[in-house]
C-alpha cells in the first residue's frame, strides 16, 4: 500500500507542529513527521549580516521544486535524501538525512497546503485555525525563552513580515482543507479529530 499522506498547515504558532507531534506520539511507527522547514533555500552565498534579514514567511523562501519531488517520491514509496538545514547560519548543511517511507506521513508547515502539485499528493489537508493574537502572543513567549529575543525586535518582526505573509499566503489556503481544527482547544481533542478522519479515509 502506498503511504498516506496528512498536510497539515496554519500559521506561525498556531499550534500546527504540537499537532503533527501528537499524532505521531499515538502513531508510533507508523508515522514519518515531514517537516517542510528543512527545505529552506541555502543562503551561504550570502553574507552573514543580510542571511537573517530575509523573508521566511514567504513561499519563495522555500525550494518548492524539491519539497514536492521529495514528496512525489514518499508517495510511491521511495525513500529520499531529505536535505537539512540550519537555522543558526541560514544554510543548507552539506550532509543529508535519509528518510524511508512510513504508512502515514505528516507534511508539516507554514505552506502545506499553499502548492496545488504538493496539495494533489496530499490524501488529507487538515488546518489548524488559531486566531492572531494568539499566535502572537505564543511566538512573544517562545522566542523570548527559546531564542533569547527581545519582545521588541520580535514585535517588528511580527508586524512586518510574519502577520502579513500569514494573511497573504497561509490563512488563505484554509479553503483548500477536508478538515479544520482549532488550535485553542485542548490539543487532544484535535489529535483525536485528525486520528478519526485518518482512519476514516485509510
Known sequence: ??????????ASCSGKTELARGLARQLLDEALPFV?????????????PERSQFNFDHPDALDAPLLIRDVESLKLGLGIEQPRYSFVTHSR?????PIAPRPVILVEGLFSLYWQALRDQLDLK??????????????LRRDVAER??????????Y???????AEAYVRPTAKFANLIVSGVVPIDSSIRTVLNAIETRR
Open 1 to 10: 500500500m502506498r503511504p498516506f499522506l496528512v498536510g497539515i498547515a496554519g
Open 36 to 48: 517542510l522547514d528543512s527545505y529552506y533555500i541555502d543562503r551561504s552565498h550570502i553574507p552573514e
Open 93 to 97: 548543511l552539506e550532509t543529508t538525512e
Open 126 to 139: 487538515v488546518y489548524v485555525e488559531t486566531p492572531d493574537e494568539e499566535c502572537f502572543n505564543r511566538r
Open 148 to 157: 533569547g529575543r527581545t519582545p521588541e525586535s520580535i514585535k517588528t518582526q
Open 159 to 165: 508586524d512586518v513580515t510574519v502577520r502579513p505573509m
